[in-house]
């Protein structure tokens, strides 16, 4: 007889005491990320039928031509935490400033904050590589009852009190941690519900998967040059394979089952980097430091850089911990 797995909104109830401040808000916000990313995944599966993919003609901040489905995806996080009315404010890397929720009500009580990349790697969409959601939990920082502030969005990831993602992939899978371990639930497209299918997902803290746009390659600093020979030329057999989706939650979700590493470190063209810090890199580094991985920008621990603008970005090294701590290594030693 097999075991019955066990529901994600199940898990969100039996796990809400260990959560210090458990008082039904985060699993309620949990519950409309779940109800969202289903919503998000019937679209992402059938956009190959309906027009629905393909740009719709405006750019976001960032310069990046935004998807229909980028676009959809975002109202739909934002319907879902709005009219659930959990959350002070949301903070998208589609959206140029914070969105405040109910930032007129004095008894709006709602201690939360989200930050999201609705779908990254949306320029996979048209070609059906997988693409993904990730999303950063804080509480606020301002008084509640008054409207929400942007120091409340720039806390640094050590502060998250959530974070996690969603792989639109194969098989649609929610990721999540509220800082005690890892938990991966794999929905069921049939009934519409996830049931926990990877408990307590761990980096091996090895890995022989290097994760990096080596188109890049004379772009990058000397030290990551230097790490991306060691992988390819080490002595005897060669040890490392090159996997790169160009679809962050992908790579990311793949190293952390077989063990590997992603980098997409600065350049000439990108000086900081290219990913986003608050809602990219910090959610996926607490992910990966509760799966006994890290993160860092080759020198600095990912969660302890303080943020400065919303859509701010950082060098990104994050994966296995012995592979990262080479990268480091390779970083002290010829330079960043
Ligand atoms: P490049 C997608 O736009 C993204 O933010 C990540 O998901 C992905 O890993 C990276 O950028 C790809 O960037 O420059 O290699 O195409």
């Known amino acids: 007889m097999t075991l019955k797995k066990q529901t994600l909104g199940e898990f969100i109830i039996e796990n809400q005491t260990s959560f210090k401040y458990s008082s039904g808000e985060l699993s309620s916000l949990l519950n409309s990320i779940r109800l969202a990313a289903k919503v998000v995944n019937h679209e992402v599966n059938k956009a190959g039928l309906v027009d629905i993919i393909g740009a719709v003609g405006d750019t976001n901040i960032q310069g990046e031509d935004q998807q229909k489905l980028d676009v959809y995806a975002n109202d739909k996080f934002i319907q879902t935490l709005t009219r659930r009315n959990i959350v002070c404010g949301i903070a998208s890397e589609e959206e140029d400033s914070f969105v405040a929720i109910n930032s007129i009500d004095e008894n709006n009580q709602n201690k939360y904050v989200v930050l999201i990349d609705p779908l990254d790697g949306s320029s996979n969409i048209d070609v059906n590589v997988s693409v993904g959601t990730i999303f950063s939990i804080y509480r606020r920082v301002t008084p509640t009852g008054t409207p929400v502030q942007l ?10 009190v959530a974070a996690g993602y969603v792989v639109y992939g194969t098989s649609t899978m929610l990721v999540y941690t509220t800082g005690d371990g890892v938990n991966g639930f794999t929905l069921n497209p049939a009934i519409g519900t996830f049931y926990l299918s990877h408990a307590n997902m761990t980096f091996p803290e090895n890995g022989n998967i290097y994760s990096v746009n080596e188109g890049n390659y004379q772009d990058f600093p000397l030290g990551i040059k230097k790490y991306i020979k060691y992988c390819q030329e080490e002595e005897g057999e060669r040890p490392y394979t090159s996997r790169y989706i160009g679809s962050l ?17 600065k350049g000439s063209r990108n000086p900081n980097g290219k990913l986003r810090l608050l809602y990219e890199c910090n959610p996926i580094a607490f992910l990966a430091e509760q799966a006994n991985g890290k993160s860092s920008d080759g020198v600095t621990r990912t969660m302890d850089v303080e943020p400065t603008e919303l859509h701010q970005r950082v060098p990104f090294i994050c994966g296995s911990k012995n592979m990262v701590e080479k990268v480091e290594e390779f970083m002290r030693k010829f330079g960043e």
């Open 151 to 160: 120091k409340d969005f720039l806390q640094k990831g050590s502060e998250q």
């Open 249 to 265: 939650v992908s790579d990311f979700h793949r190293n952390m089952i077989k063990g590997g590493i992603y980098l997409y470190p």
